[in-house]
């Protein structure tokens, strides 16, 4: 079905296009139709009419707001031996750590010095090793140990029991990549071990539903197959989900391929240009409005400055690919090759300076704004209503306790820029009150 929608979106008029692109500006997102049209420009002057819209709903769904985090990788051992990842088991070259308690506490003090108070949990599928207790006890050490608010979790497929215990555990956003939707390049990148069964993965979402998860994010690794092909796919499993649990992807992570120590493959068999990355980061922004578009440190600094103007609401800062890496940066034990190594205080800096309000937020999921609840809230365009003061409250913290001199003058005139942005004159003052309260050191205050 999906390679007769590219098909037929082929020679598809301008006019057309337009109208899509005029369509999607009331964010009521897209039908895979209208995204095939879109995946198919390929004319400069209709590229940049896209990034405009896509400008455009990013502005009126999200504000000028970027949400920070960092992950955190318990593990690098793995029984599974996916082509494209250094923590694949026939890499021998790989230095293999699985953290103990008192590690997984250091790393998120480390992460939680930076001035991060959001978590993504990370690890290789090892039944042994990485099972679901692991996981759950080192959530358990981070929340009690740490003032991190919030650890989304990253894991292998799981049976439903095993995302309930998740859930007890307190699991911000559960997060899953299919790497790709086709079959066969599936079966080939993923010969052996759990992660070789496709269907048990597809369907991880709708086991974590059936657990009370109703917070998840999808992506697919974009480099292993025609990245036109994957965007609709995973859009269709979206919609599928949608349909049947009333609740779309919190996030859509948007991981491009690199190249890693010890991989298993000579290059990347379907290299995404950045023209087309910017294209891909368009399209979800305008299918998808309400839904988070997630970018990693596997971009580059200026790339990642750019795309977050197109749609990106999320970004990874100062992060570490390999368990233990904050602390002590063994470069023989990462994922991937980080291509942005800018520290968190470096990133907050650029940040402002393209006048956008860094968050540390961590409201919704602490005021039980998730999943039906959030969706409907998101679908109406009135995330900015609570997001907006809230970006402003905790940057405000940030600045406070791990800001130097030139962010917290950069940041202050920014806090001052976006406290006059707020619409409702109500919330101004309460606003005004509660940074008051935060200078005399109150925290943790959100909406
Ligand atoms: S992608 Fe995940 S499952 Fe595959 S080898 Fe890497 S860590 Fe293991």
Known sequence: MVLSLIESARNVERRSV???LFKARECRGLNLEEVACLLNIEDEEQLNLLYETAKYVKNRVYGKRVVLFAPLYTSNECTNNCLYCGFRRDNKELHRKTLTKEEIINEAKEIEGQGHKRILLIC?????????????SSMELIYKNTNIKRINVETAPMKVEEYRQLKEAGIGTYVIFQETYNREVYKKMHPVGLKSDYDYRITAIDRAFE??????????????YDYKYEVLNLLTHCMSFEKKYGVGPHTISVPRL??????GLKEIPYPVCDSDFKKIISIYRLAVPYTGIILSTRESPELRDELLSLGVSQISAGSKTNPGGYKENDQKADQFEVSDHRSLSKVLATICDKGYIPSFCTACYRRCRTGEAFMEYAKEGEIHEFCQPNAILTFKENLLDYGDQSLNKLGSELIEKALEEIQDDKMKELVKEKLIEIEKGKRDIYF
């Open 211 to 224: 657990a009370g998860i109703d917070d998840v994010g999808v992506g697919a690794l974009l480099g292993l």
């Open 258 to 263: 690199r190249p890693a120590l010890g991989w």
């Open 124 to 136: 290789g599928e090892d039944p042994q090793k990485t099972n679901v207790k692991h996981i759950t």
């Open 18 to 20: 337009e109208d899509i």
